[in-house]
């Protein structure tokens, strides 16, 4: 014969064994055994907040620290060689002296490579001695004015062009 399993009923359903008395001495050192792990989570709660918090405070002051020294710091101290400013363009005077010519006359294209439009025929023009790229007056004298080379071809201008000499050092 077969036999029934015996049903055995869940613990959560058996009522609660009775604690044994405790005398007040017992009761007292459970109570700071508890309060003690208390504490003990609630000092690894504040560490596990507290400790990142501080490290990357840490490193945030050390960024900044490296910042300021990498803005502060005299390069030229350290022996190091420092590019020195771009020569300052051309003077009124010599934008003067190089040939204004219209779009007509102009021998290597007709676009300004400074803003990119075509230069109408009729249009005022300068032309870069030496190498004879041309541009808009305006544009050429903007440029020029800056930079002291062609803005194609870098050709850099030099004092011979505004000596009057009609010659081509090319």
Not at 44 to 58: D, E, R, Y
Not at 70 to 95: R, W
Not at 117 to 124: H, R, V, Y
Request: aromatic share 8%.
């Amino acid at each position: 014969m077969r036999h029934a399993p015996q049903y055995a009923p869940s613990p959560l359903l058996l009522p609660p064994s009775p604690t044994p008395a405790l005398n007040g001495s017992a009761a007292a050192a459970a109570a700071a055994a508890a309060a003690s792990a208390d504490q003990k989570m609630l000092v690894s709660v504040f560490l596990a907040l507290f400790l990142p918090c501080v490290g990357m405070s840490a490193v945030f002051v050390v960024y900044i620290c490296l910042l300021w020294f990498a803005t502060n710091y005299d390069q030229t101290d350290a022996g190091g060689t420092v590019k020195q400013a771009t020569e300052k363009g051309l003077s009124l005077a010599e934008l003067e002296k190089l040939p204004k010519v219209t779009g007509k006359e102009l021998v290597m294209g007709t676009e300004c490579a400074v803003c990119l439009e075509e230069i109408e025929d009729e249009q005022p023009a300068r032309m870069v001695p030496g190498c004879n790229h041309g541009f808009h007056l305006q544009c050429a004298d903007t440029w020029l004015s800056k930079h002291p080379v062609c803005p194609v071809c870098r050709a850099k201008l030099e004092p011979q062009f505004f000596n009057g000499t009609s010659e081509n050092p090319c």
